[in-house]
């Protein structure tokens, strides 16, 4: 399957980085939960990916959602989250990762950009010294911060 060939570990990221840089491409990286997606994120991901050449989608692990999003949270674990988006056509890797925050990914890949939603406004992206520190920029991408899988959940529970 061709978007399995897209989940990769960090390790894998790295090299994957490598490769794409040697080619002269662009990297973005862009992350979150992701549980039960939807066209926000569809539209976040494409935004994205329209910043660069390639896009790396860093996603929270378990552990991870729990901690940020509470007990009952994920609704969908963290492997199939990653197929998910691996098989968006504008996704060229995925990372699940188990820290809180993406500040390790970053310093680990560099990209060239680091993409946030638009509930996130350059000044407020809580990674951005890190990002600006190695010479990348930050992007504020996607539609109005309109959907949300709470607001999902809270549907689905009426």
Known sequence: MESNRKLCSLSEA??????WRRAGKRIVLANGCFDLLHVGHVRY??????????????VNDDAAVRELKGPNRPVTPAAERAEILAALACVDAVVIFPELTVENLLQTLRPDVHA???DYTPE???ERDIVRAYGGEVAIVGDPKAHATSALLDRLRQ
């Not at 790295?14 to 490769?19: G, K, L, N």
């Open 45 to 58: 991901l494409q935004a994205a990916r329209a910043c660069g050449d390639a896009l790396i989608v860093g």
């Open 14 to 19: 790295t090299a994957r980085v490598t490769d």
């Open 116 to 118: 946030k939603g638009t």
């Open 124 to 126: 407020t992206v809580p």
